[in-house]
């Protein structure tokens, strides 16, 4: 919300010498988030004044333009000898006798443009006769500002243009739509400063009445609708040039004088306010819920299909107006209307937003309408209206009005008067309290120790004991309540799952991975480029109710739609090698989708409510995923590059299940979107729990998400990884004591995995052995064909001793011996 400073001085009053940042300051003490406050008309200095053209002479040019050599009369102050000034112009839309705006010699106007006497077309040009858009007022360059007042020539023209002025940049939130208008930042402003303020909503809504145009009300959405006609205007008239600045100083283009004015009304009061044309209406307004299939061309010239939950004004004619976000183009206001009906009404926020949205159609109207507006302040804003019509465009107002329906109920709410002191933490007496709220304009009630109070109409939000509690605090101050911190009981700390997730993020950064954060939103076309089967749980998708995009409308279900974007992304700006990983929850639906209960605020919810609720919920595990592409070593002096494989896939699974104490196993597997070959399941060691897959990608998903071939991912259910997890007690204390070395090689059968001789040799081993890697595949003559070589390092260690080479010896012989029993594997010796 743009707030001029002279318009906030209209309603408030503000001492003098105050300048906008010293009001953005006291906003901001007082909960308001001031954004910005800026310095309007501060790029124009120097003289620039108000000119009579005395005559002119027309002198075409041989490029074909034609100017004109003008005599300006700028004042005795700025007159040469002859009593006027020489002025070349360009323009041609003015005439002998109108009053223009010169730019003097030593003036300077925005984009740092210096105006001097200078020779132009065979004459010395002694100043500029300036254009809306020259002077930062608009973006009207077709010809310069012809100026309609009544004013004498060296009047200033920062004053006769309302050029100069500060305006505040507010970001309002959702609580406090008041302060979309004049009016409620006034009356903050007034608060914040300790000064009066004039509310410019000095009438009170009367008994309904029907003697004015006909309304009908069908819908609840639409309580309180008041009309006001206006008669004989003078369409052609021109807004004045003040009302003009103020709307665009606040964000809004001039458009005519009747639209101008409804603006205005709304920027001051809050109000939205619509006028038709009244020869264009055809029978009574009526306010009702779109039936199906009904259509409307709204102002902007789109035709929108209704929806059955869409608030209507509609007339004999059918739609009129999407209510509360913007009207038809049947009934808008032209260069011909004479006699205007003017609507301000009160409509449910819920409902206006939804139509909002549902339409993708955010307008001034609704943005007030889904905050809340005072409903108090309908009937105000459309004789403010209508008086504004009488005074600047010649009307009528016709005496009869109608007021249908009646204002919503206001809740109250009943507090100790203690209850503040107790929230703040800072003592705030109960007669300061009273003073407090009544100042922002509830009603207070004392009943003993107990405050009964009724909130203003423009305080929607004040629904709570606590939303009271929040005001209290707010105008005593946030700085004033002292700052406490919390004591953390003891004896807690991170749960299990916190610290191991914290583990495994820490394990993996460490390993060369560099995390990444995605949106959770997905499409199904994502999944389609994954070659997720129909029967895939990853296909049970989550649809948004309201989504940030229609492109995107469901909630992922896993994260490598994400990571291959963020591959994508890199890649296309030359970062190639890349090692990304995501931590974060998925979203899996129920095959059975059943509404939540929605219980009330005035308890806690039954154990049935919470089942009934949780039941609801899809599943959501957290998921650790992982791509890889282009190179994981760069090429150095002494060694080429070393491209990423799946098997650094795996080993992210690795390093992963290590940070949490456990080890894995890995199967050969087939699961999309991987590689049918280069795809291993992930199987937590001594279980049969799959916790994931990793590998290389099919060429078809890297072409269709456009990452390099042989891109590697991995994914895998860090819930399940966890939930393995030992507990702290139950990890093996670090042995101080020397590692014992032995290598062994196996010659097995082709088709025997490595994995299965692995897990073979783990199981005979025995306690003593630590680690196990493989560290050489070979296949050659020497071993006889159909046959290879698996070369392993063992790692033996003992807590509580040195192990002699018997030992070790006995172990690894061990673990040959459990290796041959379960795969044939022969020990090679030479």
Same mark, same amino acid.
């Given at each position: 919300?743009?707030?001029?400073?002279?318009?906030?001085?209209?309603?408030?009053?503000?001492?003098?010498?105050?300048?906008?940042?010293?009001?953005?300051?006291?906003?901001?003490?007082?909960?308001?988030?001031?954004?910005?406050?800026?310095?309007?008309?501060?790029?124009?200095?120097?003289?620039?004044?108000?000119?009579?053209?005395?005559?002119?002479?027309?002198?075409?040019?041989?490029?074909?333009?034609?100017?004109?050599?003008?005599?300006?009369?700028?004042?005795?102050?700025?007159?040469?000898?002859?009593?006027?000034?020489?002025?070349?112009?360009?323009?041609?839309?003015?005439?002998?006798?109108?009053?223009?705006?010169?730019?003097?010699?030593?003036?300077?106007?925005?984009?740092?443009?210096?105006?001097?006497?200078?020779?132009?077309?065979?004459?010395? !040009?002694?100043?500029?006769?300036?254009?809306?858009?020259?002077?930062?007022?608009?973006?009207?360059?077709?010809?310069?500002?012809? @100026?309609?007042?009544?004013?004498?020539?060296?009047?200033?023209?920062?004053?006769?243009?309302?050029?100069?002025?500060?305006?505040?940049?507010?970001?309002?939130?959702?609580?406090?739509?008041?302060?979309?208008?004049?009016?409620?930042?006034?009356?903050?402003?007034?608060?914040?400063?300790?000064?009066?303020?004039?509310?410019?909503?000095?009438?009170?809504?009367?008994?309904?009445?029907?003697?004015?145009?006909?309304?009908?009300?069908?819908?609840?959405?639409?309580?309180?609708?008041?009309?006001?006609?206006?008669?004989?205007?003078?369409?052609?008239?021109? !807004?004045?040039?003040?009302?003009?600045?103020?709307?665009?100083?606040?964000?809004?283009?001039?458009?005519?004088? #009747?639209?101008?004015?409804?603006?205005?009304?709304?920027?001051?009061?809050?109000?939205?306010?619509?006028?038709?044309?009244?020869?264009?209406?055809?029978?009574?307004?009526?306010?009702?819920?779109?039936?199906?299939?009904?259509?409307?061309?709204?102002?902007?010239?789109?035709?929108?299909?209704?929806?059955?939950?869409?608030?209507?004004?509609?007339?004999?004619?059918?739609? +009129?107006?999407?209510?509360?976000?913007?009207?038809?183009?049947?009934?808008?206001?032209?260069?011909?209307?004479?006699?205007?009906?003017?609507?301000?009404?009160?409509?449910?926020?819920?409902?206006? #937003?939804?139509?909002?949205?549902?339409?993708?159609? !955010?307008?001034?109207?609704?943005?007030?309408?889904?905050?809340?507006?005072?409903?108090?302040?309908?009937?105000?804003?459309?004789?403010?209206?209508?008086?504004?019509?009488?005074?600047?465009?010649?009307?009528?107002?016709?005496?009869?009005?109608?007021?249908?329906?009646?204002?919503?109920? +206001?809740?109250?709410?009943?507090?100790?008067?203690?209850?503040?002191?107790?929230?703040?933490?800072?003592?705030?007496?109960?007669?300061?309290?009273?003073?407090?709220?009544? #100042?922002?304009?509830?009603?207070?009630?004392?009943?003993?120790?107990?405050?009964?109070?009724?909130?203003?109409?423009?305080?929607?939000?004040?629904?709570?004991?606590?939303?009271?509690?929040?005001?209290?605090?707010?105008?005593?101050?946030?700085?004033?309540?002292?700052?406490?911190?919390?004591?953390?009981?003891?004896?807690?700390?991170?749960?299990?799952?916190?610290?191991?997730?914290?583990?495994?993020?820490?394990?993996?950064?460490?390993?060369?991975?560099?995390?990444?954060?995605?949106?959770?939103?997905?499409?199904?076309?994502?999944?389609?480029?994954?070659? +997720?089967?129909?029967?895939?749980?990853? =296909?049970?998708?989550?649809?948004?109710?309201?989504?940030?995009?229609?492109?995107?409308?469901?909630?992922?279900?896993?994260?490598?739609?994400?990571?291959?974007?963020?591959?994508?992304?890199?890649?296309?700006?030359?970062?190639?090698?890349?090692?990304?990983?995501?931590?974060?929850?998925?979203?899996?639906?129920?095959?059975?989708?059943?509404?939540?209960?929605?219980?009330?605020?005035?308890?806690?919810?039954?154990?049935?409510?919470?089942?009934?609720?949780?039941?609801?919920?899809?599943?959501?595990?957290?998921? @650790?995923?992982?791509?890889?592409?282009?190179?994981?070593?760069?090429?150095?002096?002494?060694?080429?590059?070393?491209?990423?494989?799946?098997?650094?896939?795996?080993?992210?699974?690795?390093?992963?299940?290590?940070?949490?104490?456990?080890?894995?196993?890995?199967?050969?597997?087939?699961?999309?979107?991987?590689?049918?070959? =280069?795809?291993?399941?992930?199987?937590?060691?001594?279980?049969?729990?799959?916790?994931?897959?990793?590998?290389?990608?099919?060429? !078809?998903?890297?072409?269709?998400?456009?990452?390099?071939?042989?891109?590697?991912?991995?994914? +895998?259910?860090?819930?399940?990884?966890?939930?393995?997890?030992?507990?702290?007690?139950?990890?093996?204390?670090?042995?101080?004591?020397?590692?014992?070395?032995?290598?062994?090689?196996?010659?097995?059968?082709?088709?025997?995995?490595?994995?299965?001789?692995?897990?073979?040799?783990?199981?005979?081993?025995?306690?003593?052995?630590?680690?196990?890697?493989?560290?050489?595949?070979?296949?050659?003559?020497?071993?006889?064909?159909?046959?290879?070589?698996?070369?392993?390092?063992?790692?033996?260690?003992?807590?509580?001793?040195?192990?002699?080479?018997?030992? #070790?010896?006995?172990? =690894?012989?061990?673990?040959?011996?459990?290796?041959?029993?379960?795969?044939?594997?022969?020990?090679?010796?030479?």
């Amino acid at each position: 919300m743009r707030a001029p400073l002279s318009w906030l001085r209209d309603y408030a009053a503000l001492p003098g010498d105050l300048t906008g940042h010293d009001l953005g300051q006291a906003l901001i003490r007082a909960g308001l988030e001031v954004e910005t406050v800026e310095s309007a008309g501060a790029d124009v200095t120097g003289p620039l004044v108000v000119g009579r053209v005395l005559e002119f002479a027309e002198e075409p040019q041989k490029n074909g333009k034609t100017i004109r050599w003008c005599r300006v009369d700028v004042g005795p102050e700025h007159n040469d000898t002859s009593g006027s000034r020489g002025i070349v112009c360009g323009a041609s839309n003015f005439s002998v006798d109108d009053l223009v705006v010169v730019a003097l010699p030593g003036a300077v106007l925005p984009g740092g443009f210096a105006i001097a006497a200078r020779k132009t077309y065979g004459h010395v !040009s002694d100043g500029m006769i300036c254009s809306a858009k020259e002077l930062g007022l608009g973006d009207d360059h077709a010809g310069i500002m012809v @100026l309609s007042d009544d004013l004498a020539p060296g009047a200033s023209g920062y004053d006769v243009l309302h050029l100069r002025d500060e305006v505040l940049d507010i970001a309002v939130t959702p609580d406090r739509g008041y302060c979309w208008s004049m009016r409620g930042l006034a009356r903050e402003s007034a608060q914040a400063l300790g000064v009066t303020f004039a509310d410019p909503v000095d009438r009170p809504v009367p008994a309904a009445s029907t003697a004015g145009y006909p309304v009908s009300l069908e819908s609840d959405a639409g309580p309180l609708f008041v009309t006001v006609t206006v008669t004989g205007i003078d369409p052609g008239r021109p !807004s004045p040039r003040w009302m003009q600045r103020r709307l665009q100083l606040a964000g809004m283009r001039p458009i005519s004088l #009747a639209v101008d004015i409804t603006n205005y009304v709304m920027l001051e009061t809050g109000q939205p306010i619509h006028a038709y044309d009244a020869d264009r209406l055809s029978g009574p307004i009526v306010v009702r819920k779109a039936q199906p299939g009904e259509k409307i061309v709204t102002l902007d010239g789109v035709t929108r299909e209704c929806d059955p939950d869409d608030l209507l004004i509609t007339d004999d004619s059918g739609p +009129i107006g999407l209510a509360g976000v913007m009207g038809g183009a049947s009934t808008e206001l032209s260069a011909d209307t004479t006699t205007v009906v003017i609507e301000a009404a009160y409509f449910d926020p819920l409902t206006i #937003a939804r139509t909002s949205r549902r339409h993708k159609l !955010s307008t001034e109207a609704s943005k007030r309408f889904e905050r809340g507006v005072d409903p108090a302040a309908g009937y105000a804003a459309a004789h403010r209206v209508a008086d504004l019509l009488v005074e600047l465009a010649g009307g009528t107002v016709v005496p009869d009005e109608t007021i249908c329906g009646a204002m919503p109920t +206001i809740p109250t709410q009943q507090i100790d008067t203690e209850l503040p002191s107790r929230v703040l933490g800072l003592p705030v007496p109960a007669d300061q309290v009273v003073d407090l709220l009544e #100042a922002i304009g509830v009603q207070v009630t004392r009943e003993g120790d107990e405050l009964r109070l009724l909130p203003p109409t423009w305080r929607p939000d004040l629904r709570d004991p606590y939303d009271y509690v929040e005001e209290v605090g707010r105008l005593i101050g946030l700085e004033n309540i002292p700052t406490v911190v919390p004591k953390a009981p003891p004896g807690r700390g991170l749960t299990k799952s916190q610290r191991l997730r914290r583990a495994v993020n820490y394990a993996v950064a460490g390993a060369g991975f560099v995390e990444v954060i995605s949106f959770p939103f997905a499409a199904e076309s994502e999944l389609d480029r994954l070659g +997720i089967p129909a029967d895939d749980p990853r =296909r049970q998708l989550v649809r948004l109710a309201n989504p940030l995009s229609e492109t995107s409308p469901y909630l992922r279900t896993t994260l490598l739609p994400g990571l291959l974007a963020a591959v994508a992304r890199n890649t296309s700006r030359s970062n190639d090698d890349l090692a990304l990983f995501e931590s974060g929850l998925v979203f899996l639906g129920n095959r059975e989708w059943r509404p939540a209960p929605r219980p009330g605020v005035s308890q806690r919810p039954s154990e049935e409510e919470l089942a009934a609720i949780n039941a609801a919920l899809p599943r959501q595990p957290r998921m @650790l995923g992982a791509v890889l592409s282009g190179h994981w070593l760069p090429a150095r002096a002494f060694a080429p590059a070393q491209p990423v494989t799946w098997q650094h896939a795996v080993a992210l699974v690795e390093v992963a299940a290590r940070a949490v104490g456990l080890s894995v196993v890995r199967r050969p597997a087939q699961q999309a979107p991987w590689h049918p070959g =280069r795809c291993a399941e992930i199987v937590i060691a001594g279980t049969d729990t799959v916790i994931g897959y990793a590998g290389e990608l099919h060429p !078809s998903v890297c072409k269709a998400f456009g990452v390099p071939a042989r891109t590697s991912a991995a994914e +895998i259910n860090l819930d399940l990884l966890i939930e393995a997890a030992p507990d702290r007690g139950d990890v093996a204390d670090i042995s101080t004591f020397p590692v014992a070395k032995e290598d062994v090689a196996l010659i097995v059968d082709s088709d025997v995995a490595a994995e299965d001789v692995r897990q073979a040799l783990v199981r005979g081993a025995g306690p003593l052995l630590e680690s196990v890697r493989l560290f050489d595949v070979y296949v050659g003559e020497q071993i006889g064909e159909g046959k290879k070589s698996l070369a392993y390092a063992l790692r033996f260690r003992a807590p509580d001793r040195t192990l002699t080479d018997a030992d #070790a010896g006995d172990a =690894r012989d061990a673990a040959v011996a459990a290796a041959a029993e379960a795969t044939g594997a022969v020990q090679r010796t030479e």
